[in-house]
């Protein structure tokens, strides 16, 4: 696992920038409804999106949240004043406060689905009757673009995905959520190329190969045996599920 404290530096510049934000900003408010008055954006990290989810309507306030001490401080830069720093799976908020609640990006990061679980149970506790919580789903398949170095890495062991879209919609049904919509969009400037993967590798971005391991060394062995080192593939496409907390009555 990453640390998120020393990656808050450069952690923005190494997944598609402000373009990417624009395009999961664009994506998340397309299933906000238009009556929503206030926002959670829980695992905020640097606050790029959520500066944007901020600024997109005028009349919705947005909070956001993170566990990692410096992604809260680059995301209170962004939003003077509406930044907490706390974990996801204990949200310091009374029960039905929040027209929306999000969580981008996080939930593939858990290590199992008692907390994926603990998250979903926490963001249905906040929401009020009638709220909509959104979550992005599947985002390390949405990776596997069908390239040449999707080929070298498909041996690689993999984590088991705690944000598959079925186990989502389970845990969503089991604290009373019902879908409410689906969206997609594209990771813009987030292509692999052999040279950037490989540097990925021996920096510790794939959790199930250690830096330095042999079986680690083999994959970039193959991955600079590939063609364009520089030339990035195809982006890859995420996917946002939406859920309500029925109303009232």
């Not at 990925?200 to 250690?210: S, V």
Request: with cysteine; proline share 9%.
């Amino acid at each position: 696992m990453l640390d998120y404290d020393k990656e808050a530096d450069a952690y923005d510049a190494t997944r598609g920038g402000e373009p990417r934000a624009a395009a999961a900003a664009e994506a998340v408010l397309g299933l906000v409804p238009e009556k929503a008055r206030n926002l959670l954006d829980v695992a905020c990290g640097t606050g790029i999106v959520t500066r944007r989810l901020a600024g997109a309507r005028p009349g919705l306030r947005v909070t956001g949240l993170d566990a990692a001490p410096a992604m809260a401080r680059t995301a209170a830069a962004r939003l003077p004043g509406a930044v907490l720093l706390a974990d996801s799976r204990q949200l310091p908020f009374p029960d039905g406060v929040f027209d929306a609640v999000t969580t981008v990006w996080l939930l593939h990061l858990v290590d199992g689905p008692e907390d994926a679980r603990a998250i979903i149970a926490e963001c249905a506790r906040v929401l009020r009757p009638g709220g909509v919580y959104i979550t992005t789903a599947d985002k390390a398949a949405a990776h596997d673009v069908g390239s040449d170095i999707d080929a070298v890495l498909a041996p690689r062991p993999r984590r088991p995905a705690q944000d598959r879209p079925d186990h989502v919609r389970t845990y969503a049904a089991e604290h009373g959520l019902h879908p409410a919509g689906t969206a997609r969009f594209q990771g813009h400037g987030q292509g692999r190329s052999p040279r950037s993967t490989t540097a990925d590798l021996r920096r510790g971005w794939f959790t199930m190969l250690p830096p330095g391991e042999p079986l680690t060394e083999r994959f970039a062995a193959e991955l600079k045996s590939l063609p364009d080192q520089e030339r990035p593939r195809a982006d890859p496409e995420f996917t946002i599920l939406a859920f309500r907390k029925p109303s009232a009555g």
